[in-house]
């Protein structure tokens, strides 16, 4: 069964996926029967299914500074249509499953909201763009539609921001509600294309070099609580940021094994 948000492969009869936490299917409160997501009532037994709503995809207007997006809609007509080198950010909270499902549906968004509210500040701080919002975790970009020449360096120092904010925010959590939040950051540096950018400031681009796949690997390869560089990224912020090298690993969807680098701390 393959998840609808990040294409992991999961074995028949998964309930949430095993990467992203995403739900897969919709099972029955009174009989237990799975149920495709969009079922109103199960197929068994004709129960209504009270399933926790799926996040909607969100405007990135809302979520955007207004002095940040102010600054994307000056600058959209030089965007558009050009190759632009980019640092692509990924991030999610890797134990919202859990609390999802030990909890009333309000309950875990209260929860978890706040901890998605500190990766997108920690975006936005260093003038990076949330361009996605899904389910649990983000897309940011940096370099693009604000220009910066050190976007690669911005990217990872928001990334050390939101793992330390995170993880202050995680152990309130667990004196109050003996729960945990752990977040996973990916980090990949290279070319895309933007097409187009809407009055909503959603952006409509094509990676080129599979940038925006890779970002998605390295996060998915992340532990708990940790964050994935790529040799491109590392190229342009060395020297500012310490890693450890975990050398060449597969990565599914290149031929080759790719070198990956944890970021530790300021350098």
Do not use: W
């Not at 909270?93 to 990766?119: H, T, W, Y």
């Not at 330390?164 to 939040?181: K, P």
């Not at 690997?217 to 020297?239: H, I, N, V």
Request: with cysteine.
């Amino acid at each position: 069964m393959t998840c609808s948000r990040c294409q992991q492969d999961n074995p028949a009869g998964a309930r949430y996926c095993s990467q992203c936490a995403t739900p897969l299917a919709a099972v029955c409160p009174e009989c237990g029967a799975t149920s495709p997501l969009d079922s109103k009532y199960c197929g068994q037994c004709a129960a209504p299914l009270h399933l926790n709503p799926v996040a909607k995809p969100t405007a990135p207007h809302t979520y955007t500074p207004r002095h940040l997006a102010e600054k994307i809609l000056t600058s959209q007509s030089a965007l558009v249509g050009e190759r632009k080198t980019v640092t692509v950010l990924f991030a999610d909270l890797k134990s919202s499953m859990e609390l999802l499902l030990d909890r009333d549906p309000e309950d875990a968004r209260a929860l978890l909201d706040p901890a998605l509210g500190i990766m997108m500040e920690a975006v936005h701080q260093f003038e990076g763009t949330v361009n996605q919002v899904m389910g649990d975790g983000i897309m940011a970009l940096f370099g693009a539609p604000l220009a910066h020449e050190d976007h690669a360096v911005r990217a990872c120092y928001a990334a050390l921001r939101m793992q330390e904010r995170v993880g202050r925010y995680a152990e309130d959590l667990r004196r109050g509600h003996g729960a945990d939040v752990q977040i996973r950051v990916g980090i990949n540096s290279g070319e895309v294309v933007v097409r187009s950018i809407g009055s909503d400031l959603h952006m409509d681009y094509s990676a080129v070099g599979h940038t925006t796949h890779l970002a998605g690997r390295m996060q998915q390869l992340a532990r708990p609580g940790t964050t994935l560089l790529t040799e491109a990224t590392l190229a342009s912020a060395e020297g500012y940021v310490e890693v450890k090298a975990l050398g060449p690993t597969p990565v599914r969807g290149m031929t080759e094994p790719v070198p990956v680098y944890e970021m530790v701390r300021v350098g």
